[in-house]
């Protein structure tokens, strides 16, 4: 079936650190990808997303290249901050009738110390 | 622009009682989508609606179920309450197009005593 498997976390890191966070798919026909954020008692937002094979996402600093041939989409900021500190999910959606869903990797949480 | 709001915020039900969940979508989203969130099972997809029609279901109990409403607001349901049911729950909308990405709500947070 259709998965998502992200790295294992906490990730440490240090303020102005270079982040990747590793994510890779399992699916049947075409996904959009996207990484969401969580921040501590609060829902999910949307970071970034592609919707097909050599997309670029990006924002805030962050990116993510939709790699078709390595059912990749990996996070990455060249220099975090502590405000970056938060949970990280990775996440595809089929789109069209009955497979209209997100399905979410388990999450990865950052940490970066000043 | 609203984002997705959803009330309360917090809920305290005990065992075998029932409980609504509120869910009011950014403007001209009309497909709603709701998610259990637990440290156990991470988040996981209970269904969706689009046109006051349930179009997906995720594998839930029937104790779990919903309503959407003419505007588009939708609602969640949980009867007869167990311990397991405690959990963040988050409904999130978007426009019923290809490549339309889900915007979420802060979310529900259940405890179940």
């Known amino acids: 079936g259709d998965s998502v498997t992200q790295m294992e976390g906490p990730v440490t890191l240090s303020e102005e650190a270079f982040l990747t966070i590793n994510c890779t798919y399992t699916a049947t026909g075409y996904p959009s990808l996207f990484w969401y954020v969580q921040y501590p008692g609060e829902g999910l937002q949307l970071l970034l997303k592609?919707?097909?094979?050599?997309d670029k996402g990006s924002n805030k600093g962050f990116e993510a290249t939709y790699r078709k041939e390595t059912t990749s989409f990996h996070l990455e900021k060249g220099s975090v901050q502590v405000s970056d500190s938060a949970v990280y999910f990775c996440?595809?959606?089929?789109?069209?009738?009955?497979?209209?869903?997100?399905?979410f990797g388990t999450g990865t949480l950052l940490a970066v110390q000043p | 622009k609203a984002g997705v709001t959803q009330t309360p915020r917090y809920l305290i039900k005990t065992r075998g009682q029932q409980v609504t969940l509120s869910c009011s979508p950014i403007s001209g989203h009309r497909s709603v989508s709701w998610y259990q969130q637990t440290p156990g099972q991470g988040l996981q997809f209970l269904f969706e609606?689009?046109?006051?029609?349930?179009?997906n279901k995720g594998n839930f109990p029937g104790r779990f179920s919903g309503r959407q409403f003419s505007n588009s607001r939708s609602e969640m349901n949980v009867s007869t309450l167990e311990l397991g049911d405690s959990a963040l729950y988050l409904c999130?909308?978007?426009?019923?197009?290809?490549?339309?990405?889900?915007?979420f709500g802060n979310g529900t947070r259940l405890t179940v005593t």
């Open positions: 999130a909308s978007r426009r019923d197009s290809n490549n339309s990405p889900l915007h």
């Open positions: 609606y689009f046109s006051e029609t349930q179009r």
């Open positions: 592609a919707t097909k094979a050599d």
């Open positions: 996440a595809l959606f089929l789109y069209g009738g009955a497979t209209n869903k997100l399905i």
